[in-house]
């Protein structure tokens, strides 16, 4: 017979107490006052465009907050529904605040409805430098020029074997760029490299559809990403490839894979434009019959992982 549930007794403190005592040591902190300033990282979320240059990110759902608290990044604060509150015990450390509210009020907060039941407000992280990208110490900070590496020496010094970057110059949508960091880290690239052009990774959206994956990808925000790809290919001797549609380019079947491998992808609607072209030492493409356009860029990049990875 199923068991029937108890109906939720009204928010109030003392409610909020008697939760408390069972689900100790998280410190939950009852909110009855949307005006909190607290919870100003969590309104009208959907709305918050300026935060790519702000202190914090939001993350939304089970797995991306599970993912956030497991990970590197400083967990600020944590929102979670009166309803929620007991399957989060004893999984929040104790010095991160936890904000408790129902999930009419919660919803009402931060602008759609929170059916997931938590979120969690993290601290943005300098983006990684181009030498922690490749798994190196930084040159020293007096030291104005770069280290230059040789291929050789670069090989010694890194633990990854055959290291593969991907490069996204301008893509400009939030759902392909989560779902990119998500299989390139199901295929295990080294890193990700992004031009100014790129949507913002730590947005809410980009979070959600990686999963989480975010997390644990070692991500750099370039602003001169043709800099860094001269660097990439005169200091630690990488090769570019580019994913284009053309009849010229290599069918990526009969690729030979470089060694170091910085592989190149578009946004959805114009591809690679010529200035990135340019940039690549190889072009490669999925050969596809006429009356097909093109592939999303994110099913592109599954696809060309999965081929380039060994």
Not at 87 to 106: F, N, Q, S
Not at 232 to 242: I, N, Q, R
Not at 250 to 273: D, I
Request: aromatic share 6%; charged share 20%.
């Amino acid at each position: 017979m199923a068991r029937q549930q108890r109906p939720l007794k009204a928010f109030t403190p003392e409610l909020s107490l008697a939760i408390l005592s069972e689900v100790a040591p998280m410190p939950l902190i009852p909110v009855s006052d949307l005006l909190d300033k607290n919870l100003n990282v969590y309104r009208d979320v959907k709305a918050q465009n300026a935060m790519r240059h702000g202190k914090y990110f939001i993350v939304e759902g089970v797995r991306t907050v599970e993912r956030l608290l497991a990970s590197k990044f400083e967990t600020a604060s944590i929102l979670v529904t009166q309803e929620k509150v007991a399957a989060w015990a004893g999984l929040i450390p104790p010095e991160i605040p936890v904000y408790i509210m129902p999930t009419e009020m919660a919803s009402q907060l931060i602008g759609f409805h929170l059916h997931v039941g938590v979120m969690a407000c993290g601290l943005r992280r300098r983006t990684a430098s181009l030498e922690q990208l490749l798994g190196l110490p930084d040159p020293p900070k007096d030291q104005r020029l770069a280290t230059t590496i040789s291929a050789e020496k670069y090989h010694e010094r890194t633990a990854v074997p055959k290291p593969l970057l991907v490069v996204c110059p301008n893509c400009d949508n939030p759902e392909n760029l989560g779902a990119i960091i998500r299989i390139a880290s199901a295929f295990r690239a080294t890193g990700l490299l992004l031009g100014n052009a790129c949507c913002d990774p730590f947005s809410r959206r980009v979070i959600r559809v990686s999963m989480g994956n975010i997390f644990g990808l070692t991500i750099r925000e370039s602003r001169h990403l043709g800099h860094d790809l001269q660097r990439l290919k005169t200091e630690f001797g990488f090769e570019t490839m580019g994913a284009v549609l053309s009849d010229s380019a290599v069918s990526l079947k009969n690729v030979q894979r470089p060694h170091r491998l910085a592989l190149l992808l578009g946004n959805e609607a114009e591809g690679l434009t010529t200035e990135w072209i340019d940039q690549c030492d190889h072009l490669v493409t999925i050969p596809m019959p006429p009356d097909v356009d093109s592939l999303n860029v994110s099913v592109a990049a599954g696809i060309f992982l999965y081929q380039l990875t060994d």
